[in-house]
């Protein structure tokens, strides 16, 4: 049975004083209503990053989806597979959407002021990039991909009534609602690094398509241009080369030179399977793939 009295640390009776007071009611004076104000702006930041990030956890998860689909392609500049192009426009639809519900919330400076939550962008961008270049075989430009992305963000205000419309209707609603754009709609924009780490990631993914097609076809994927065909060996040694002659970054000196230095694996990698094609290429089983786990440590003089 509880004796009434409560105890400290050492087991000794506390002195019970009564009931607490009441709590003296807030002081107000001519600053109060500054730090209120204060207090909302931050309130209304904390939640406003809460809602970037979470749309761009989503984007970032639906474009690693469309590169997955694109892994399946089994060559290069042509159309892609109507299967895999209607999944790649059906998650291009819901990331429509995503960056429509956040366009208004980055305008302006707050563009840069949540640059870190707007991660999703380089994944987006290494998405775009690489189904622009399986069906075209070339990059493309960062103005170009600019337009894209803006086209993407106000469409997702008018997709959603499109997707609902019944199935023998979508592709009339899908014309509909792209002629129905509002081009004063808020749009999302892309910035340098957006674009440049996107291409650093994108070398990571034409290595992964280089092997893969290597290994199932038996040839390099190449473009089918006749006499001047151009194989995946070739684009990423100009693409690498493109990356050593930009000047080195002072804003984010790190992560440019860790980017860097993964480019230069993915490149010297397709370097190694491509001679390996070429010079042993009729010794070689079908179905076979070269080690390449030791590759980046291989010397540049080999």
């Known amino acids: 049975m509880s004796s009434g009295f409560k105890r400290d640390r050492h ?7 009564g009931p607490k007071p009441a709590a003296k009611p807030a002081v107000r004076n001519a600053y109060t209503p500054m730090f209120e104000n ?27 989806k469309i590169i997955f689909s694109l892994q399946r392609v089994r060559k290069i500049d042509q159309d892609l597979p109507s299967d895999i192009q209607a999944e790649i426009d059906s998650r ?4 429509s959407k995503l960056l429509a519900s956040i366009a208004p919330e980055v305008q302006g400076i707050n563009r840069y002021r949540y640059a870190r ?11 775009l990039t690489f189904a622009h270049y399986i069906k075209t075989q070339t990059l493309i430009g960062y103005d170009e991909l600019c337009l894209v ?34 081009p004063d709609a808020p749009a ?20 992964r398509f280089a092997t893969t097609t290597s290994a199932l076809t038996g040839r390099m994927a190449s473009g089918d241009t006749g006499d001047n065909q151009r194989t995946i060996v070739e684009d990423m ?30 490149v010297r990698k397709v ?16 179905g076979w793939v070269p080690d390449l786990s030791s590759a980046d440590q291989l010397d540049p003089e080999e």
């Open 38 to 64: 204060l207090r909302d702006e931050l309130d209304a930041h904390h939640d406003r990053r809460d809602r970037i990030g979470k749309a761009s956890r989503d984007i970032t998860a639906l474009s690693k």
């Open 149 to 182: 992305v803006e086209d993407l963000t106000r469409r997702g205000t008018v997709f959603e009534d499109a997707v609902m419309a019944d199935a023998d209707e979508q592709q009339p609603a899908a014309a509909e609602a792209k002629s129905e754009i509002n």
């Open 117 to 127: 939550s707007l991660v999703c962008l380089e994944e987006l961008v290494e998405a």
């Open 237 to 266: 040694h100009d693409l690498g080369s493109f990356f050593e002659m930009l000047p080195l970054r002072s804003g984010n000196r790190i992560t440019w030179e860790k980017k860097l230095e993964v480019m230069r694996q993915s």
């Open 188 to 207: 999302i924009s892309l910035t340098d690094d957006d674009y440049v780490y996107g291409l650093f990631d994108l070398s990571g993914e034409m290595m």
């Open 271 to 286: 370097e190694k399977l491509g001679y390996d094609r070429m010079i042993r290429g009729s010794e070689r089983p079908e």
């Open 92 to 95: 291009l639809t819901e990331i």
């Open 11 to 17: 087991g000794n009776a506390k002195k019970f004083d």
